[in-house]
């Protein structure tokens, strides 16, 4: 893993530069603060004050738009170009956080050739990069600058090309070559390990296996020989037994066979009376049918009235709240009316007083010989309180008239509501009243199905409790067929296994007599290809097929010598052939 590189922290104070792209003579930049921006038009030097940064930190000439070192050298016009002797430097001065300065200098010197000066002493580029790289600079990696379009660059960057865009950054890089060497041979360590690996786990497997196979292979031949002599046992007592059970199954039988006849009778009597209960369920049915229709055709009734009923209630519901409103628009016309009333009261009072006013004026008129004298504002008052009490009169009237119209409307309406009301309410009785006899009489029917389904299902019970009985009995007939049957099928197979093995009993007599008479006799194949593990016992015996039994011989000559003492058994023994 590549040491951690530890960097001084610090910051660019000036740049200082001497005919340097479009920077003629000695000049000074700077000092730069912890955030600092650089404005300008169009060729006023920003790119090319970048330009002189990244040369200092040692870019390459082929990033600051230049073929060759020359051509970073000011010139005004092209005959300057030719000039001998030009030359040209960057200055960088860059401050720690102590408030020390380092110089970085690169010059161009007038052959085309840079020369690099830390703090004003000439060193060379390994030098200068390792001071570089103390401050954080890291020339390949370009981290210090972030130039156009770079930006843009990395967001197009795919995972893979983002990954060497860090490993260059961090520096990480310059030990890739390093690392996929030790990681080879990492990979071929492990590959040699897990062979070894595999090889021991191998080798210790087949022991394991070997070991095994001949505890088996010991095993089994013992066993072979206590299940010679257990056979033997084994099947006598089979034939004692199944003599013993041959007796008590024939005396079983006989008593089955009393048995079933007798269940055979109540089976007949059973089917009478359920045949008689099957009557007396189908009359019922009928019944509970016919008053399953009544009930439908009452509900069918129910159901036609159910909607003129709906159809009242919400019509009855519409008028009493039709009735809430014209009686609240009634009190609120009173209210109003009252309040009429009052004021017409009060403008009939001023009138009074007013008219008695002019009474007194005029009698005071005359008194003073029928000429009555006002005075011009009294005159003015008069009249305009003649007007006013005219025009207030007036419009009281009409209000009143109008009001008195609204309300003799409002009593008529009222008047057919209650009509209305008391129509619905006698035909709201009248649907309640059926509605009850209805119910009445569907309570009825229910009462009388419900009794019909008791019978009913007393009678589907008693005739369920007679088959359950008749399948018992059946299942136990069954029961004992089926049991016979085995013991017959086991009577079979022991005949069949006696057969067997007598069969093979002679079979390996004769070999054993092969052997004795002709050396060239090895056995027969299913003794010589015996596997040593059971789970093999199927394959072996599929593959020999009709060859199981078959004797192994030394030679063709031997075979017939066999076949011809085979014979001769036959003949002398009467044996089945194999």
Request: hydrophobic share 35%.
């Amino acid at each position: 893993m590549p040491a951690r590189i530890e960097f001084i922290p610090g910051k660019i104070h000036r740049l200082e530069l001497e005919n340097f792209k479009s920077y003629k003579g000695f000049q000074t930049i700077g000092p730069f603060f912890d955030f600092t921006a650089i404005i300008g038009p169009n060729g006023a030097g920003k790119s090319n004050l970048m330009d002189a940064i990244s040369f200092v930190l040692g870019v390459r000439t082929g990033q600051l738009r230049g073929a060759q070192l020359k051509d970073l050298i000011y010139a005004f016009e092209d005959k300057d170009k030719e000039q001998k002797g030009r030359k040209a430097f960057v200055r960088l001065v860059y401050q720690l956080v102590d408030g020390t300065e380092i110089q970085f200098t690169r010059v161009i010197s007038g052959a085309g050739g840079s020369e690099y000066r830390v703090n004003g002493r000439t060193v060379n580029w390994e030098e200068y990069n390792q001071k570089l790289k103390s401050i954080g600079v890291l020339i390949k990696a370009r981290n210090f600058l972030v130039f156009q379009g770079d930006v843009e660059s990395i967001a197009q960057k795919n995972p893979r090309e983002l990954t060497a865009l860090l490993e260059q950054i961090s520096g990480s890089e310059e030990y890739k070559r390093q690392y996929e060497e030790l990681e080879e041979e990492k990979a071929k360590a492990e590959e040699v390990t897990a062979l070894a690996y595999q090889k021991r786990k191998t080798i210790a497997m087949e022991l394991k296996q070997k070991k095994e196979q001949k505890e088996e292979a010991e095993k089994h031949l013992r066993l072979q020989e206590q299940l010679k002599s257990l056979k033997q046992e084994h099947y006598l007592w089979q034939l004692f037994t199944i003599e013993n059970d041959i007796e008590k199954i024939n005396e079983d039988l006989v008593d089955e066979e009393a048995s079933r006849r007798k269940i055979v009778d109540e089976l007949d009597n059973y089917e009478r009376e359920a045949a008689i209960k099957k009557k007396e369920r189908n009359k019922y049915s009928k019944e509970i049918a016919n008053f399953e229709r009544k009930i439908s055709e009452k509900k069918s009734r129910l159901d036609k009235n159910q909607p003129e009923v709906l159809k009242l209630k919400e019509e009855l519901s519409r008028i009493s709240s039709k009735i809430r409103s014209s009686s609240k628009e009634i009190d609120k016309k009173k209210e109003e009316k009252r309040k009429h009333l009052v004021e017409v009261k009060k403008l009939q009072n001023d009138l009074q007083d007013i008219t008695k006013q002019l009474d007194d004026l005029r009698e005071k008129g005359q008194d003073t010989g029928g000429k009555l004298q006002l005075a011009e504002s009294q005159l003015e008052i008069y009249h305009q309180i003649k007007e006013e009490a005219g025009m207030k009169t007036a419009k009281l009237r009409d209000e009143k008239e109008v009001l008195d119209r609204q309300q003799n409307v409002d009593i008529e309406a009222h008047k057919n509501l209650e009509e209305n009301i008391q129509q619905m309410q006698n035909r709201k009785e009248e649907l309640e009243s059926q509605e009850i006899q209805m119910q009445n009489r569907l309570k009825k029917l229910v009462d009388a199905v419900k009794k019909h389904k008791e019978e009913l299902t007393k009678a589907r019970k008693e005739h369920t409790d007679v088959k359950d009985k008749l399948s018992g009995l059946r299942l136990k007939h069954d029961m004992l067929k089926t049991k016979i049957n085995d013991v017959e099928n086991q009577l079979r197979e022991l005949k069949a296994d006696r057969h067997e093995n007598e069969r093979d009993s002679r079979l390996s007599q004769a070999v054993e007599t092969l052997k004795r008479l002709f050396p060239g006799v090895h056995g027969r194949m299913t003794d010589l290809c015996r596997p040593t593990q059971k789970k093999y016992n199927l394959a072996v015996t599929v593959a020999m097929g009709r060859y199981m039994d078959a004797v192994v011989v030394e030679d063709e000559q031997t075979g017939k010598e066999c076949i011809k003492v085979l014979y001769m058994l036959i003949l002398l023994f009467i044996v089945t052939p194999f």
